[in-house]
């Protein structure tokens, strides 16, 4: 006997309520990123291929398509919506906009669509919060972060890091920008965590006096080249994943979320796979560290390169709209599906015709 099924009501969930739900809760959010990484690790996801909407007038624009399935306890599908239009930061508004639609996982039928640039900050932070925990464990804490790249992410990044316990004596900051160097270290002396706040005028400064180095740019291709700068070994949280040349990744130990979808899209790991022809540069993921399966040296750079995965936004977006839902605060659109019998009838038990 075939069990009757139900098209979930539609709800549409706007950025207020994602920043209510996520505000502060740091910690959590990084709980059920690991979690995630975890299912991803042990083949309880699917994740295909990032798919590129990339435009010929307009070189350095893309959108994003990140169809993925998380399983577990709270199994779902879905399709995270990115653009990325640099541009706009010439106007004052953000680079990126995004989207997340939650799928059903029993009809496939979409029951959210959330308002995702939030979300996807917030799992990138998080992941990189993750990473630079479990990657010091045996190093030891750094005590000087540098940020290249002064934007919404390295915020994010930042209050992740300091929402997890984190604090630094010295804090450095550059950006190809005067302007978003300085308003970003604003932020970080009104944030109330303390550290002495430097802008670098040139990267290398920077890179040289940090411990722990956050890349997040918008950068194309590789700009800190030179291997020696690294020559004190600091943890780098490659999140924008162009800014290493290859010869920097290949003096040093290389982590990463996901090996298939690394080398993928001229990101740094994939060219040092071009470069050498093979992947043995690579010396785990991410996974393979949380079970205790690849050990940090304490005397090379450590290199953590994530893609960023479909999965880890899936994660959270349900945790979102499950909060929102308990919270009794859903909005839900009446009629969203028009026709749910597949003969079209509003009222299933009439006969057709």
């Known amino acids: 006997m075939t069990q009757q099924v139900h098209v979930p009501p539609f709800a549409v969930i706007p950025g207020a309520q994602v920043h209510r739900v996520l505000a502060g809760q740091e910690q959590r959010t990084v709980q059920l990123v690991e979690k995630a990484y975890r299912l991803h690790g ?3 996801t699917v994740n295909p291929p990032s798919y590129f909407l990339r435009f010929p007038d307009r070189p350095t624009s893309r959108i994003i398509a990140l169809p993925a399935s998380i399983g577990g306890d709270n199994r779902v599908e879905g399709l995270k919506w990115i653009s990325s239009f640099p541009q706009n930061v010439e106007s004052g508004v953000p680079r990126a906009s995004a989207v997340l639609v939650l799928n059903d996982h029993r009809t496939g039928y979409p029951f959210a669509c959330l308002e995702s640039s939030i979300i996807s900050a917030a799992r990138t932070a998080a992941s990189a919060a993750l990473a630079a925990d479990r990657l010091t464990r045996e190093r030891g804490r750094p005590r000087r972060v540098g940020f290249i790249g002064a934007g919404l992410i390295a915020r994010h990044i930042h209050t992740y890091l300091a929402g997890s316990g984190w604090d630094f004596d010295e804090i450095g900051v550059h950006d190809l920008s005067a302007g978003h160097a300085r308003s970003f270290s604003s932020c970080l002396e009104g944030s109330g965590h303390g550290g002495r706040i430097t802008v670098h005028e040139k990267a290398e400064e920077l890179v040289r006096t940090s411990d722990m180095l956050v890349l997040a740019t918008v950068a194309a291709a590789p700009h800190l080249v030179e291997p020696e700068w690294f020559g004190h070994h600091p943890l780098v949280l490659n999140v924008s994943l162009r800014d290493l040349a ?5 003096t040093a ?3 990463v979320d996901d090996v298939e979808h690394v080398l993928k ?3 740094s790991p994939h060219l040092a796979e071009q470069l050498t022809g093979s992947r043995d540069f690579i010396d785990g993921t991410l996974y393979d560290v949380l079970r205790g399966e ?8 450590v290199v953590f390169s994530p893609f960023g995965l479909g999965v880890l936004d899936l994660a959270v977006g349900k945790h979102v709209y499950d909060m929102v839902r308990e ?7 009446d009629g969203f599906f ?6 079209g009838r509003t009222d299933a038990a009439a006969p057709c015709g």
Do not use: F, K, M, Q
Request: charged residues 30%.
């Open 42 to 44: 042990e083949g309880e």
């Open 246 to 250: 290859p010869e920097v990744l290949l």
């Open 253 to 255: 130990c290389n982590i």
């Open 265 to 267: 899209a001229d990101t």
């Open 294 to 301: 690849v050990t940090v040296p304490a005397d090379r750079t």
């Open 327 to 333: 919270r009794g605060e859903l909005s839900v659109v």
């Open 338 to 343: 028009h026709e749910v019998d597949r003969y």
